[in-house]
């Protein structure tokens, strides 16, 4: 009774967050104007031509990606490498270094002949790796039914944002999807305890993030700066490729904080003494008592 009590307040405390996340969307979309592509989205500090190749470093600086996406793709379907326990947990992971390995490709086609019909293959790779991440995260510290849920309904959302853009000239969803990651993330890493160890990688993370956000921001100014070696634009593409580094890092080493280990239980009717995992006993304690 008690086991069914817990799921049930667990069961609202989740439909309140997904109410609370929808009434803060909705207030979003409400209460901003429309944001639409401007001319000069597609107009980068540096698009100098080397070798035939146009925009040469804001393609070139897309390889990053590539490797590490393939590299982490390849540890994961090896399933011996990375310190996971749940299989949701290989899911989320799987799906972010394909969305990663997909990012090198889609951006340098959209950098080769930067134009609104192209944005949409340099965003969505991006957007399904955010998804993947975050629900990773969900399934380490929340729970993997948490977790897959809101992967099916990211991924929905990923491909939602990109046709609402493309359609509506509007880049609203696109921008609020990007700042999940890196407010939430941090929020959820201080409130809900961790499950492994190096869990300070998760705000690292965040912090790199934020940083290539900067990057790209102030893409003309980083590029003046240091007399025109390198964009601002293009150290957004090598500081997000140091995402997935340093959360293949993570995985590499951490190892879970608590095992799940076996106790004895005392059934109340003969008192003899019965080996179980004490997560099995969370869900079945009636009529008994640990020791």
């Not at 639409?36 to 031509?49: E, G, I, L, T």
């Not at 989320?92 to 192209?118: C, E, M, N, Q």
């Not at 912090?207 to 990057?215: A, D, P, Q, V």
């Not at 957004?236 to 890092?249: D, K, R, W, Y």
Request: net charge positive.
């Amino acid at each position: 009774m008690m086991w069914a009590a817990t799921q049930q307040i667990a069961r609202s405390k989740r439909g309140r967050v997904w109410a609370g996340a929808l009434l803060c969307w909705l207030f979003l979309m409400l209460a901003t104007p429309k944001i639409p592509y401007s001319p000069k989205h597609h107009v980068y500090a540096d698009m100098r031509n080397f070798l035939g190749v146009p925009n040469t470093l804001n393609v070139i600086t897309n390889f990053p990606f590539l490797i590490v996406g393939v590299l982490g793709f390849v540890l994961c379907l090896q399933g011996s490498y990375f310190n996971v326990s749940l299989q949701g947990e290989i899911l989320g992971w799987t799906l972010f270094y394909a969305g990663i390995a997909g990012v090198a490709f889609g951006s340098a086609y959209y950098h080769l002949k930067p134009d609104d019909s192209r944005l949409m293959w340099d965003t969505l790779p991006m957007m399904i790796a955010y998804s993947s991440l975050f629900s990773s995260f969900l399934v380490e510290r929340v729970g993997k039914r948490t977790g897959l849920s809101f992967l099916s309904l990211l991924l929905f959302f990923s491909f939602l944002s990109a046709a609402y853009e493309r359609t509506f000239n509007d880049l609203r969803l696109r921008m609020m999807f990007q700042l999940i990651p890196c407010v939430v993330i941090p929020f959820m890493t201080l409130l809900f305890p961790p499950k492994y160890t190096h869990s300070r990688y998760w705000l690292w993370a965040a912090g790199i993030y934020l940083l290539s956000k900067f990057e790209a921001f102030a893409d003309r100014r980083i590029y003046h700066a240091n007399s025109y070696i390198i964009s601002g634009h293009s150290l957004e593409h090598l500081c997000l490729a140091m995402l997935p580094v340093l959360l293949t890092m993570m995985l590499l080493n951490r190892t879970l904080r608590f095992q799940r280990g076996v106790g004895f239980l005392l059934v109340v009717d003969n008192w003899s003494p019965v080996p179980v995992h004490f997560q099995s006993f969370v869900k079945k304690n009636d009529g008994l008592s640990a020791v």
